[in-house]
């Protein structure tokens, strides 16, 4: 089943076009990895799921994108309901300057998600454990989230954004501050929350999209050049450019 | 060929004189102010010193008009004239002195001395019918004797002090009757055109009720409209009209804020002459440009990936705005007000222009009240003739210089405590 499908959508920026056509679908509770080389658009593509390009000024996105078929790039759209349904983690971690647990408990608190104290203590706890994240941080809730290292900075982030049991979880390039061991650690967690959310990935590492995706769509200038599975598309790509940038070279 | 040695030599010479140069300019800057402060405080520190002459005050019901054979009651002495109490016993200072030379002792006193004269025997009402030491505030000009600040080896028709004075001065000191304390009532009183009970209590209420009403009005205005500027405002011309405006106003002469308060505030709205009220608002004329700038620069110094992070989580802008940007702003925004207000502090020109420069013997109670600042009064004091006043004009500055550093220790502290709490 269909999570996103999004249609003929193009992206402006002023007079600039960066996005053009792009049909994809995105299936439900799969992994779906958006690769190509940079200035492609896949940062572009992955910010119209959450209509995050609208702070942008300059940006127009035009098209049909329909999430569990409600087409979310109309004016009447709210922004507020739709950013708890998507949530997004960034490529460098942002925590608030704040403490680790009102990093967390920040989004359930403004969407009244808690009736009590006690109730958001407990979201708090099942997403710092989601995110694999509770056992490191549990003795340490009121200190700073920026008192972190790297990689628990990323999984507090990831532990903020599934904190308001969204549906679609988006990632651009999450990894690309880490190390390996953090990336790994991430990698799992990916595997794991697809469970339950289905989860849009940008990332330039081929690896790591073979690794975690089930599902890979290649985009070159703006076009998407190929999607399909991310058996197929490693294995048995129907276009020679996808071949090309696969095996390293170009991009 | 280029010799590299030399060429290397050179820039490290090129090096050296460049650090040089700085550190001659900052020896110079601190060498000035070495300079100033000197020169402020051994001038001024005598001014928080008071000089007292210590006389025997005959309470003889005579003079007093009360019968001596009935002791009387609280309103008897409270109603009573000390005027010839005081007389008869500045006489008894010398036996042999005529009707001009009491009158000349009666100058050695400040003007006040029925009143102190009184107070004596209000809280002493034993004391009736007796003769008792009683402390009087000596003359500015005996004050300035006293502090070895006044030029006694002028020829006597050019001082304000007669020799004769003099004498009886030397007299009482060698007697130990001439006592200096600490001046409370430099601290205490309201101006006065006597030297010696001239105080800074008006003008420091002025100013902290004038700064307190600057920040009032200019704080939430300026707050407000960065926020809006920074955050909401679509960058258009008109914004960028207004921008250009902003920083404009920030470098016009504060003397021309003073003209807008006399011709608006004072003579469209009808607010009171003279009052901290108006002062403030003028004032805060001038602040309202430092702190929007100052305002700007700190949120725009958020790292926009703040703002993702909380519009990402569904926060609306205005959520993103209050819980997260603004706070994080805060302490540059707290930091420009200060300067700002440190600035308004300072100010002169446009007080004098709505009236603050007046004559105020009183201490305001409220902003409303007529009332000077600190920085007038030493226009004012300046501006006087008499010794006793140079060096109230220094203690005054020493008083705004310690003001203004306390407000910069308040926010160093606003600072770092929300630094602490946000990194
Ligand atoms: N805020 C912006 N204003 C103007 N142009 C932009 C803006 N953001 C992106 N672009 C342009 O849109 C195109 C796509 O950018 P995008 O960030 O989506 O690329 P990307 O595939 O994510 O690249 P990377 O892998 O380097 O992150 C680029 O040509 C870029 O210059
Ligand atoms: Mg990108």
């Keep these: ?142 200190e700073p989230g920026t008192g972190l290292s790297g990689g628990q900075q990323q999984r507090l982030c990831i532990a903020r954004a599934i904190s308001v049991k969204p549906e679609v979880i988006l990632m651009d390039e999450p990894c690309s501050a880490l190390d390996p061991i953090a990336t790994a650690q991430i990698e799992e967690l990916i595997d794991e929350l697809k469970k339950e959310h289905t989860i849009v990935i940008v990332t330039h590492s081929m690896s790591q999209a073979a690794r975690v995706s089930q599902q890979t769509g290649f985009f070159h200038l703006g076009k998407l050049i190929e999607v399909g599975s991310t058996d197929k598309i490693f294995k048995n790509p129907n276009q020679q450019q996808t071949q090309d940038y696969i095996t390293g070279r170009f991009g | 060929m280029i010799n590299r040695e030399e060429f290397l030599n050179k820039r490290y010479k090129a090096e050296k004189r460049f650090q040089m140069y700085g550190k001659t300019a900052i020896i110079l800057a601190l060498l000035f102010l070495a300079v100033f402060l000197f020169k402020i405080f051994s001038t001024g520190y005598t001014a928080f010193q008071k000089t007292w002459i210590i006389v025997p005050i005959n309470y003889d019901p005579e003079f007093m008009y009360l019968d001596a054979n009935q002791k009387p009651s609280m309103e008897d002495l409270q109603d009573s004239e000390y005027f010839d109490v005081g007389i008869e016993s500045f006489a008894a200072l010398d036996q042999n002195a005529n009707e001009d030379q009491i009158t000349d002792i009666k100058r050695m006193f400040a003007f006040i001395f029925e009143e102190e004269i009184k107070d004596h025997i209000l809280s002493n009402p034993d004391d009736f019918g007796k003769i008792v030491e009683v402390k009087l505030t000596a003359s500015d000009d005996l004050d300035q004797v006293f502090k070895g600040n006044y030029p006694r080896d002028l020829p006597e028709e050019r001082r304000r002090v007669n020799d004769y004075q003099l004498n009886i001065f030397d007299r009482l000191n060698s007697e130990g009757k001439v006592v200096s304390n600490f001046n409370f009532s430099f601290f205490t009183n309201a101006d006065s055109r006597e030297a010696e009970l001239a ?104 790292p926009p990936s703040i703002r993702e992070a909380a519009l990402a989580m569904g926060a609306s802008k205005m959520q993103t705005t209050l819980h997260h940007t603004v706070p994080l702003s805060l302490p540059g925004t707290l930091s420009g007000t200060i300067i700002g207000l440190a600035q308004a502090l300072g100010e002169t020109a446009p007080l004098i222009l709505i009236g603050m420069v007046a004559f105020v013997n009183t201490i305001p109670g409220s902003p409303m009240d007529p009332a000077a600042s600190l920085p007038v009064q030493i226009y004012i004091w300046a501006e006087s003739a008499e010794r006793g006043f140079v060096e109230k004009v220094s203690a005054c500055i020493m008083v705004l210089l310690i003001f203004l550093v306390l407000m910069n220790l308040a926010a160093q502290m606003i600072r770092h405590k929300f630094e602490k709490k946000w990194n």
């Design chain 2, 199 to 302: 105080g800074i209590a008006s003008s420091f209420m002025g100013s902290l009720f004038s700064i307190l009403v600057c920040l009032a009005v200019s704080f939430p205005v300026a707050l407000l409209a960065a926020i809006y500027l920074e955050e909401f405002a679509p960058k258009n011309r008109l914004t960028d009209f207004i921008e250009v405006n902003i920083n404009n106003l920030a470098a016009v002469p504060s003397i021309v804020f003073g003209l807008l308060g006399l011709g608006v505030l004072l003579a469209v709205f009808g607010l009171p002459r003279s009052t901290p009220l108006v002062g403030g608002i003028t004032l805060s004329l001038m602040t309202l440009p430092t702190i929007i700038i100052a305002a700007r620069a700190s949120l725009k110094a958020v």
């Design chain 1, 1 to 142: 089943m269909n999570k996103i499908e999004a249609k003929k959508v193009n992206v402006f920026y002023g007079d600039k076009q960066a996005l053009f056509d792009i049909n994809m679908d995105i299936p439900e509770r799969q992994v779906t990895a958006l690769i190509g080389p940079s200035g492609c658009g896949k940062s572009t593509f992955l910010r119209c799921l959450n209509r995050m390009n609208d702070v942008i000024e300059i940006c127009k996105v035009e098209g049909e994108i329909k999430i569990n078929d409600y087409d979310i790039n109309q004016k009447s759209t709210d922004v507020v309901r739709l950013r708890e349904k998507i949530g997004m983690v960034f490529q460098k971690p942002n925590p608030f300057p704040k403490t680790l647990y009102e990093n967390i408990s920040y989004g359930p608190e403004i969407h009244g998600m808690a009736q009590s104290k006690d109730e958001l203590d407990q979201i708090v706890e099942d997403s710092l454990k989601k995110a694999a994240l509770w056992n490191e941080v549990k003795d340490r809730l009121n």
